[in-house]
């Protein structure tokens, strides 16, 4: 028995109704299983007409489910990634910016409960805070409250 093909618009909702998608992300999805005819750009301007389909609530989940583990340029660059860029870029970029030490000490106090002994380990913490795109200035604020929350 030969299994039915969903349609073009049945397979977006399956994927929106799973999680927040980006245009380009969803396009791409889509244009895999796009057959002969179909128009996937006029679907997806049918989903963000609808508002089923929004760029604005793909940004806030991407923000909320990365930023408790990375820093603001890894978020921005998978945000880029997604063509997120202009004008939402720069209101997401600002409003990460006024908690990343907060959130860069959180994620290094997960991982590493004490304070580096020697040079080696400081520059361990500094790898691993830089590798989850933190910026210098907030790893080294991050540093220094482990330090200093030790003593």
């Given at each position: 028995?030969?299994?039915?093909?969903?349609?073009?618009?049945?397979?977006?909702?399956?994927?929106?109704?799973?999680?927040?998608?980006?245009?380009?992300?969803?396009g791409r999805k889509l244009s895999a299983h796009a057959q002969e005819?179909?128009?996937?750009?006029?679907?997806?301007?049918?989903?963000?007409?609808?508002?089923?389909?929004?760029?604005?609530?793909?940004?806030?989940?991407?923000?909320?489910?990365?930023?408790?583990?990375?820093?603001?340029?890894?978020?921005?660059?998978?945000?880029?990634?997604?063509?997120?860029?202009?004008?939402?870029?720069?209101?997401?970029?600002?409003?990460?910016?006024?908690?990343?030490?907060?959130?860069?000490?959180?994620?290094?106090?997960?991982?590493?409960?004490?304070?580096?002994?020697?040079?080696?380990?400081?520059?361990?913490?500094?790898?691993?805070?830089?590798?989850?795109?933190?910026?210098?200035?907030?790893?080294?604020?991050?540093?220094?409250?482990?330090?200093?929350?030790?003593?």
């Open positions: 028995m030969a299994k039915m093909q969903m349609s073009l618009k049945a397979r977006a909702l399956r994927y929106l109704s799973a999680r927040e998608h980006s245009r380009a992300e969803l005819g179909e128009d996937v750009d006029a679907l997806l301007d049918q989903l963000a007409a609808a508002q089923l389909l929004s760029e604005e609530r793909f940004s806030e989940s991407l923000v909320r489910r990365r930023s408790a583990r990375f820093g603001n340029s890894r978020i921005l660059m998978e945000l880029q990634s997604h063509g997120i860029e202009g004008a939402a870029l720069s209101q997401i970029k600002s409003n990460l910016t006024e908690d990343e030490c907060a959130r860069a000490c959180a994620v290094l106090r997960r991982k590493y409960d004490a304070p580096p002994a020697d040079a080696a380990m400081r520059a361990k913490y500094m790898r691993f805070l830089q590798q989850r795109g933190f910026s210098h200035r907030t790893i080294r604020a991050a540093l220094m409250d482990l330090e200093q929350g030790d003593e």
